[in-house]
């Protein structure tokens, strides 16, 4: 089956280096590009895409503003966003993860992890780059400007074995590894990840971690 992937970046040079990039994949095909946040929107309704590589800093509207419409239009429900950005410099990707974006990638990831991120992505099995995530979100929540944060209690509608994968999950841990550690089957640890967001209301894991930093459930400097 092949992955209808749409290219979001004002920049012709970067776009048609990630088309390249994408098309040299058997089970890939880009299916549009946009140079701006607005024509991302559009061409995410009209080119039917699986996937969006989304660049923040675009005209008219930027990449999180695309990135919420995207993801709040319910007709848009199967499509995911990937941030492609510098996220050492980015303070935004949090908000893009709120916004419903399903990870980010840095912009220097070599040919081949770009491709596996997209894959991932679309697969929905695992959260990209867990590390960088988990350190953004961090250095997010002490900027003294994290933005408004849920109460812990939304998270008593999860089971205790829930609130346990939850915090694997925000540590960065695959279904196998949480499977491994718990002694389930990876099947079985996707199920309950699967529950979880159900019952949270959220698209993938990327919105989980969020919530289990911003609820305190995992906190800055966690291990395992």
Do not use: C, W
């Amino acid at each position: 089956m092949t992955t209808r992937v749409l290219i979001a970046d004002d920049q012709a040079l970067i776009r048609a280096g990630l088309r390249g990039i994408v098309e040299s994949a058997p089970d890939l095909e880009v299916v549009g590009e946009a140079a701006t946040g607005r024509e991302a929107v559009t061409l995410a309704r009209t080119a039917r895409a699986d996937i969006v590589l989304m660049d923040i800093r675009m005209p008219e509207i930027d990449g999180l503003q695309a990135t919420q419409q995207i993801t709040a239009d319910e007709n848009l429900a199967g499509v995911r966003v990937l941030i492609l950005t510098t996220f050492e410099l980015d303070e935004y990707v949090l908000r893009a993860l709120r916004a419903g974006a399903s990870g980010f990638l840095g912009k220097g990831a070599t040919p081949t992890e770009l491709i596996d991120a997209i894959r991932t992505v679309v697969d929905g099995d695992a959260l990209l780059s867990p590390k960088a995530t988990q350190a953004l979100i961090a250095r997010f929540l002490a900027s003294g400007d994290p933005g408004p944060l849920p109460d812990a209690s939304v998270l008593d509608i999860l089971t205790d074995r829930e609130r346990e994968i939850l915090a694997l999950v925000a540590l960065g841990l695959s279904n196998n590894d949480i499977g491994a550690r718990l002694y389930l089957s990876p099947s079985t640890a996707k199920t309950h990840v699967n529950r979880a967001m159900t019952k949270l209301g959220v698209r993938d894991r990327a919105q989980l971690v969020v919530i289990a930093y911003q609820t305190g459930l995992v906190r800055p400097g966690d291990t395992l």
